[in-house]
């Protein structure tokens, strides 16, 4: 099997993962298929390609489990949908779907249009905004609102602004950290598990307070998660498994969301040609009214605008670990080992991607998809198979009803010399991306 060059006894390519993730993971299609990286002394062997990237989380999805990258995470996440492996996650992930199914995401989206309106509404023109950090405090507020009521969230909101940060900086860096330093106290170490037990400890405390007057006609997530019950053993979820839901559900949603909605207003701020071309369908559908959930499907050009940035900035690595011996791509791998994929370099690839670097929304026009045979398995920004990302829809319609209610009445322009830099995060960041707030026309 080929081996990534520039391996360092006992640390292997770990300190060039550390330096330069992107860079590292995004070049190692040329070596083949399937490459060995060396994490310390562990291998790792990271699929570059979309088809095998695909077969691991369909065709051979039983033969892993979660592997390395989420055991990192258990501090924060606990064994919610995340972390789980096997009937555990099963089970949750059939008790949990409803609550993300259509109509609730509808009941949802009027808290989601509301923060939108008020975010909106708070801007001056020629106003300079920090696009990551406003975007990251809206995505905090909205799905913290929609998972708990007002009366029982407000402590929880402050803690994820304050302690999420800090463990999404550090996340990858324990997941490329060779075993050798699991052990050791280093600040990385130190800081995330800080701030995973303050986050924690929070949640347990609105948990409790909930838990006496919960009722699922209020309507949030923690609401419907208390009154949960498993059909199969008659029981409810106890007190911790609620908390490591929750967890899972404010990690990932609120990253998700702030990198989709923060990469997208920087690229069109990039391109004023598909900026003007989404702004005119956010004018011809909404009008001067606010963004419904009726109007998501009728946005078609906003949505080709979402997924191109998507695309482009897609999550930096995942892995998964080998329940039994399986073959890929030719080698025949043993049971336990650890396998790796970077959606951010398979939706980079210029042998599927024309022109793979370029923000390009009409590629994703349909005969254009056709003319370049874009299947399936060339576009999984939220996985695929049984362990797809259950925030896939809930995401979307929350980033198009804030880039809608945003477009309608602002353009953001970039601040001269402010241009965002792609900064290696579990999925990259739009670190400096100022821009100016200018009214629509």
Partial sequence: MPRAPGALPLVGHALRLWRDPLGLLNSLGRYGDLVRLDVGTLPVYVATSSELVYEILTA????????????????????????????????????MQPMFSRQHIEEYSGTMSRKAAELVESWRPGQRIEVERVMSTYAVETLASTMFSTEFGRPAVAAVRDNLPVLLNHLL????????????PIRPNRDF????????AVIDETIL??????????????????????????GRLDDTEIRDELSTILFAGVETTTAALSWTLAELGRHPEAEAAVAAEVRSVVGDGPVTIGDVPRLPALRRALDEAI??????????????????????????????????????????????????????????????GLGREAYIPFGAGSRKCIGDLYTYTEATIALATILARWRLVPADGAGPREVASTIPRAEGATMVVTPRG
């Fill in 60 to 95: 051979k999805g039983r033969s892993f489990e979660k592997g390395r990258f989420f055991e990192r995470l258990r501090p924060l996440a606990g064994n919610g949908l995340a972390t789980a492996d096997g009937e555990y996650h099963r089970r949750h992930r059939r008790l």
């Fill in 311 to 372: 695309r482009l900035h897609s999550v930096t690595l995942l892995m998964r670990r080998s329940t039994e011996p399986v073959e890929l791509a030719g080698h025949r791998l043993p049971a336990g080992a650890e396998v790796a994929f970077s959606l951010y370099a398979i939706h980079r690839d210029g042998r599927v991607y024309e022109n793979p670097e370029a923000y390009d929304p009409d590629r994703w026009l349909p005969e254009r998809q056709r003319a370049a």
């Fill in 173 to 184: 860096v324990r997941a490329a950290s060779p075993r050798l330093l699991d052990r050791i």
């Fill in 209 to 234: 307070g909930a838990r006496d007057g919960a009722a699922p006609e209020r309507g949030d997530l923690l609401s419907l998660l208390l009154a949960a019950r498993d059909a199969e053993d008659d």
């Fill in 193 to 200: 598990d800080a701030a995973a037990a303050r986050l924690r």
